[in-house]
């Protein structure tokens, strides 16, 4: 089955202590992505991958970093996290031709 | 800055109207996504748009691109409780990498 898997689903901690949020994908897509949904705000791109090795920032990159060293893997790190990025985040994937985005399924992220 | 801006923002109708849902930007785009979303899931996709003036059909979904490539639309025929959920439009300039969403259109749709 064709998927975009997140884990952890829901996370509560603390300010400063580092996160990672991880991110795979069976479909052999290029593109990856990673975004944050806000109320009233929509969906908004954090990174982006077009292939390993190859990431760009989106629109609100400040506080993330993320890599992609295997094709199938594109995780989120929050290396000081706090309070402004409690938020809902999902990461997303397609393929350079369709640009069909297959959502996962997100992870709800709380800092306090 | 928003570059996309979705109308109206709250819906709520009853079982059997129809309803058109606007995307609107000053930005060209070379496509146009629209994807619904379910409470507690990920959005998931409607439809792609490429050609200014296009119109696509789903079932009961009519998906239209602005000539100009810069706005879009989604009307429903005749709603149903299931399409109640959060409605998102997404444009994309040149490759499918860098995606911008609207602020969404949360609809529901009463029996």
């Known amino acids: 089955e064709a998927q975009v898997t997140q884990n952890p689903r829901y996370l509560i901690t603390v300010t400063g202590k580092k996160l990672t949020v991880t991110c795979s994908q069976n479909?052999?897509?290029?593109?990856m992505s990673w975004y944050r949904q806000d109320p009233g705000l929509g969906l908004r791109q954090i990174y982006y991958?077009?292939?390993?090795?190859?990431?760009d920032k989106g629109d609100v990159p400040e506080g993330y970093k993320v890599s992609r060293k295997e094709k199938r893997n594109f995780p989120l790190i929050l290396e000081s996290p706090s309070p402004n990025q409690t938020s809902l985040y999902f990461c997303?994937?397609?393929?350079?031709?369709?640009?069909?985005?297959?959502f996962g399924p997100g992870t709800r992220l709380t800092v306090t | 800055t928003q570059l996309l801006e979705q109308s109206p923002q709250f819906l709520s109708i009853q079982e059997g109207e129809n309803l058109t849902v606007y995307c609107n930007s000053s930005?060209?785009?070379?496509?146009l996504q629209w994807y619904r979303q379910e409470p507690g899931e990920g959005p998931v996709l409607l439809v792609t748009?490429?050609?200014?003036?296009e119109v696509k059909k789903l079932k009961r979904l009519t998906f239209q691109f602005g000539d100009a490539r810069k706005d879009s639309s989604l009307h429903i025929t005749a709603a149903q409780p299931g399409d109640t959920g959060l409605y998102l439009c997404?444009?994309?300039?040149?490759?499918?990498?860098?995606?911008?969403f609207g602020t969404g259109t949360k609809l529901q749709v009463i029996p």
């Open positions: 479909m052999n897509h290029e593109y």
């Open positions: 748009v490429v050609t200014g003036g």
């Open positions: 991958s077009m292939n390993v090795e190859v990431t």
């Open positions: 997404a444009g994309a300039k040149g490759g499918y990498q860098k995606v911008t």
């Open positions: 930005s060209v785009f070379s496509s």
């Open positions: 997303a994937s397609s393929s350079r031709a369709r640009g069909w985005q297959y």
